[in-house]
Each structure stands twice: as C-alpha cells, then as structure tokens.
C-alpha cells in the first residue's frame, strides 16, 4: 500500500515530492518521460525567483538577463529593463531533473514507467503500468495539460481553454537577449529564450481553433530574420490557456485527490507562465497533504495566488482583441506592469 502518489515528475510533482519526503512523508512517483526536454521557454520570473530563491543557487547551468524586448504586432519595440534585477533561464531538460533528483534524495521513489490506469477502489486508488498494479490512499496529478488523472476525476480539460504552441531548439542565438514578438495574425506571440548551450526558438497561439500556421509563420520569422541559425530540434505541444474563470468552480482536490501545475490548468494565459505556479501547487499540495487534509488545497491555492490567476484570465480576454493587443504591447514601457513579465 502507497501513501501518495504523484503522476508526473516535472517541476509540480517533482517539487511536491521533494517537500513531502523532506517532512517524512516520501510519495511514489511515476513519469515515463525522464530525461527529456520539455517544450517550454525555460524563463523564471523575477516574482518566481523571489518565492523560491533556492532556484537562484541550483548547480546547473542557466541564463541571466535583465531585460526583455517586446514587439507588437505592428513591429513597435519596447525594452522592459529590470535594472539590478535578472530574470533566470534554465534547459527545462537540467531543470526538472534537478527538481526530480532533490525529491529523490530526500526519499521519494521513482518509477519510470507510464501509468496506464486509475480507479477508485472503494477508499482507495488503484493504480497501473504496463507491468504492474499498485493501490494507493492519495493520489496527486502532476501529468500535464492532457492528466490522466484529470481525466478520471474532473473530465479532461476542453479544447477551449488550451492554446498551442511550436517551435525549435536552435544554436547561433545564446548571446541575444529575450525577444517577445507578438503576432499580426492572431492572439499569440514568437519568442527567442536564449539559455547556455542552446536557445528556445518558439510560437504560442492561445486558441487551438485558431493556430493553424503558427509553424509557417515561425519558419517565415526565422528565414527572413534568422537565417544563420542551427536548428537542433524541433517541437510541438498544448497548453493550459484557461479562458473562463468559472472553470474554477470545480475544486481541484478532494478527499483523497489533488489536481496540480498544468493538470490543474494553472499557467498564465496572459504570459504563458507556468513555473511559478507549478512550483507554488507542489508547495501548497504538500501542505495539504502534511496535514491530512487534501481536499483543502483548493482553498489554499486560491487564497495564495488565485486573484493574481483571475485577474491574468480578465485581462488576457481583453487582450485578445487585435486593436487592444497593440496598446497593451506599448503599454509595458510603463514604469511598472506587474502582469505579464512580474517585474
């Protein structure tokens, strides 16, 4: 019999894991993915890295920057200047499994295989692999935009509320600073992540319903503006891009059940940011957990941050209008705008 189990292993289940082994509580982890690289920027806020300054001292290799440029679909530039702040970069690759190997350290079990199942056993989860069942008291998905859990217990995320995105892992560009490009074409925006070795080359467009070309308008961007680089590889993957408040009037935890990170639908649907809420959902599940009390982390997650979440979905609605994204790209050269880049 398995106390907790998390699906998932990346930055939410990984960190959540990590807290509940240091207090003496190791979950089992499943995640089939690892090592791997996840098709995400990479970038961690500057609010991020103030919540969790333990990130400012991992020992793997990252990217500094303290400015972003960002373009509006009309080409108008803007330079967002942190001053004595950075922003950090990390290969998503290094990152999570740092994160993956602290939980491991303290005590966490690991299983590289895909959970293929999940039924309710009376009081219990019962859990399978390809290989094997398990039974577990509480259960944790960590598993992505497209959880398994989530699945299970809410129904999956609808089409509506996810965004798409694409892009390459090139080199030739480590050395630029972070460029944000907001499309003429539809609401989304490119963007140059430049890391260490190797830089995150990528397009998001926030309605599936409406992405179709964003890899021919990446491929258009990158000839006519980029035409020296090296392309290493290349990606492709749905977002959480929830569009509707009211989606979270379901709780995302139960007696025996919690919901976390992009299961949970938890990113920014104004800037795509996603680390910060992951890492603030492996904290808070941890809590909950710790005090055996799973169900309360749906309280505790919208009294820690969910006006900020609200307020990103509120203003991402509006941006979402052509003429209104212009203004708001302008808008950033303010002193100080908190939504978007957390400055």
Known sequence: MIKTVIVGGGVSGAYCAYLLAKRGLPPVIFDPSHPREKPCGGLVSLLCLDLFPFLKKLPIKHNERDKIYVISPKGKKVCINFRNKRVFIFSRLEFDRHLLNMAIEKGAEFINKKVTSIERKNNLWEIKTNLQTYLAKTIIGADGVNSLVREKILGPLDSRNKGLCFGYLVRGLEKEEITIRFSPYRNGYLWIIPRSEHTNLGIGCSEIKNSYG??????????????????ISKWAAQTPNIKNI????????????ILIGDA???????????????????????????MKKPHIFDKLWKETYGRSLFVDIIIGKIVAKKSIRELYCQSLKLEKVVHFFRV
């Open 214 to 231: 964003i890899k021919k308008e990446l491929d258009h961007f990158i000839i006519d503006n980029l035409p020296k680089i090296e392309i």
């Open 246 to 257: 009211q989606i979270f009037n379901s709780s995302l935890s139960g007696k025996n059940w």
């Open 264 to 290: 949970a639908g938890h990113t920014s649907p104004l800037s795509g940011e996603g680390i910060l809420y992951s890492l603030l959902d492996g904290e808070l599940a941890a809590q909950a957990i710790e």
